[in-house]
């Protein structure tokens, strides 16, 4: 049926009135809508801006998507403590005006560390870190004395108990932990990643006033912390994510004629670690060019150690650019590897090598410790007492001179390679043992050092027997010359001849098949430990447990004694420690040195022996 004139005119301005007051409503949800931003990532405990910026914005509702409770603002700020994926949704009057998905991720330690950090020691992710480097450690001391050292660092014990406590706990084991020290603070500060950071600093200081300290709370959550021995007040507080305890250093007291200086160089007051923190922005230390480019060199681990130089002010800068390395532990807990480098602006020791010890090359097998320095003298001079020149160098050597001694030609006779080995010698030991009644070492010591001329070295030597009241006796030989004497009853010699000083101390190494040392150590070790221009050390109690086990006669030791005394002492040794060896190595390297070691226990022999 066709509309009137009069019906059509009112449908006209009812649809007109329709559109005018839709028009209406969608502007008022737009004006209402909040900037919420894309879709993203973010860090956990780090503070998320949401909303409109422009004055007078209308309040609207915020459902976080965490479990925290809703807020009415036109802006907020929100933290998210764990990591996941959140939803953020905006309503207005009930209905939805905006929504993001944030992704929420662990915050890096390093990004929590400022960057001027000088030192810092950290573990990035406690999970499936901390707990094998526990392991090693509980093996290594034993877990009644692991337990008491770890509980007296800073945050360790909240730490262990947030991973190994089960579900509900304030640490995040996603996020770091460590210690850092920074150029303007003198003391450590520790940090650790947390979920909930008022929790966790009430966690702390209830540690803190357990362990005898006096915790003064602060209306802003920070603490106030003064040690049972009245020392200097440490600081307790949070920020973003992470607690961090200040603990500044106890002053030294002056000795006594030494100046007092007439400003501190750096401050004990942890308020200077705060107001770092507070103010950190961006990336932290976690994008320092010099750690980006050292951590490509070095392997990775469960535990860092970064320091960066910084020479003081007023002395040339050393060729030293900073060190990086890792430690980690093997599956089982039964060895830790450490990789470092050293990385350096010129070559260190000038590029001059030395050679390494004859001695290594042709000496009885089977030493329980061996050492080897091959460094030029003059650069081992530098780092000992100072570049030429220097005050400490020209003091150090006016001492000498005082002395009677010329330091300068001694440096010029050493020729750069000094080797020690040690050997235990087990029957001495049973005998003894038996006869005595207690468990005293008995072995070897040879040291030997490489000479460019003997005649500095002699006179060294003679200068200082005359003014001993040790009973010597010398004897000329074709090429040199021999010293004897005894120290504590056992016999020590010492052979001077234009190659080389050796000095044997305890008996002579008879019955032992002699071979290439540096060559075995090499073997067991890998790399080129124990030759030309390295700086390597082991120490092997696995070759000491089986030399205990060794003998079956000892002459003078009746057998069911020695039954006896084998029986005691390996079960002592295997009291006192579990450790098999030891093993660390220095070495130049293009752009630096490089630094290797080892620590084993008990049942990971590297070689059969």
């Not at 950090?117 to 499936?128: C, F, K, N, S």
């Not at 005898?212 to 209306?219: K, S």
């Amino acid at each position: 049926m066709p509309l009137s004139p009069r019906r059509a005119a009112s449908l006209v301005a009812l649809l007109l009135l329709t559109a005018a007051v839709g028009s209406t409503v969608a502007g008022c949800r737009r004006a209402v809508r909040p900037d919420l931003g894309q879709d993203r990532t973010v860090e956990a405990g780090v503070p998320v801006e949401l909303g409109s910026r422009e004055e007078g914005a209308p309040a609207v509702t915020w459902e976080l998507g965490d479990g925290t409770a809703t807020r009415q603002a036109a802006r907020l700020s929100h933290a998210f403590a764990r990591p996941g994926a959140y939803t953020v949704r905006a309503l207005h009057e009930g209905q939805e005006v905006g929504r993001v998905q944030l992704t929420v991720v662990p915050r890096p330690v390093l990004r929590a560390v400022p960057a001027g950090a000088q030192t810092v020691l950290w573990v990035p992710r406690l999970r499936g870190s901390v707990e094998p480097l526990v392991d090693f450690y509980e093996r290594l001391i034993g877990p009644e004395n692991a337990r008491r050292s770890l509980e007296e660092a800073p945050l360790v014990s909240l730490l262990l108990r947030g991973l190994y406590g089960g579900p509900g706990g304030v640490v995040d084991p996603d996020e770091g932990f460590g210690f850092f020290l920074t150029p303007d603070f003198d003391g450590v500060v520790a940090l650790l990643g947390v979920y909930e950071p008022a929790e966790a600093l009430d966690a702390v200081g209830r540690e803190l006033e357990e362990a005898g300290h006096t915790v003064m709370r602060q209306e802003d959550g920070s603490a106030r912390v003064v040690p049972e021995d009245d020392g200097p007040s440490m600081l307790l507080f949070e920020d973003r994510g992470y607690v961090y305890l200040v603990v500044p250093e106890s002053p030294d007291a002056p000795e006594e004629g030494e100046p007092v200086q007439a400003q501190l160089v750096v401050s004990p007051d942890p308020e200077v670690v705060r107001r770092r923190v507070k103010g950190l922005t961006g990336a932290g230390l976690s994008e320092e060019p010099l750690l980006g480019e050292l951590r490509g060199k070095v392997a990775e681990g469960s535990v860092y150690l970064y320091s960066g130089a910084r020479p003081e002010p007023r002395e040339e800068p050393g060729p030293v650019r900073g060190f990086f390395a890792s430690l980690g532990v093997s599956a089982g807990a039964e060895a830790m590897e450490l990789d470092g480098f050293l990385a350096s602006s010129r070559p260190l020791f000038q590029g001059v090598g030395a050679p390494a010890s004859a001695l290594l090359e042709q000496a009885a097998l089977g030493p329980m410790a061996a050492a080897q320095l091959s460094v030029p003298p003059e650069e081992l001079a530098k780092l000992a007492f100072g570049a030429p020149g220097s005050p400490r160098r020209e003091h150090t050597l006016e001492r000498w001179r005082q002395q009677g001694l010329d330091a300068e030609a001694l440096l010029k006779a050493l020729r750069g390679d000094v080797a020690m080995l040690v050997y235990f010698d087990a029957p001495a030991f049973f005998r003894n043992f038996i006869r005595n009644k207690r468990p005293e070492p008995k072995g070897t010591v040879v040291v030997e050092a490489g000479l460019n001329s003997a005649q500095a070295v002699r006179k060294l030597i003679d200068q200082q027997l005359e003014d001993t009241s040790l009973r010597y006796t010398t004897q000329p030989l074709p090429d040199g010359v021999l010293y004897r004497t005894q120290v504590r009853e056992q016999p020590v010699e010492l052979r001077i001849t234009p190659q080389r000083a050796t000095l044997l101390a305890g008996e002579l190494l008879e019955g032992r098949a002699r071979g290439d040392v540096g060559a075995a150590l090499r073997e067991r070790f890998g790399g080129a430990a124990f030759g030309a221009g390295h700086v390597s050390v082991m120490l092997d109690l696995g070759r000491l447990r089986a030399d205990l086990q060794a003998p079956e006669v000892v002459p003078g030791v009746p057998e069911g004694q020695l039954d006896a005394a084998q029986a005691f002492t390996g079960a002592l040794l295997e009291q006192l420690t579990p450790l098999d060896s030891a093993f660390l190595d220095f070495s130049l390297a293009e752009g630096g040195a490089r630094l290797k070691g080892r620590v084993s226990l008990r049942g990971t022999r590297e070689v059969s022996r």
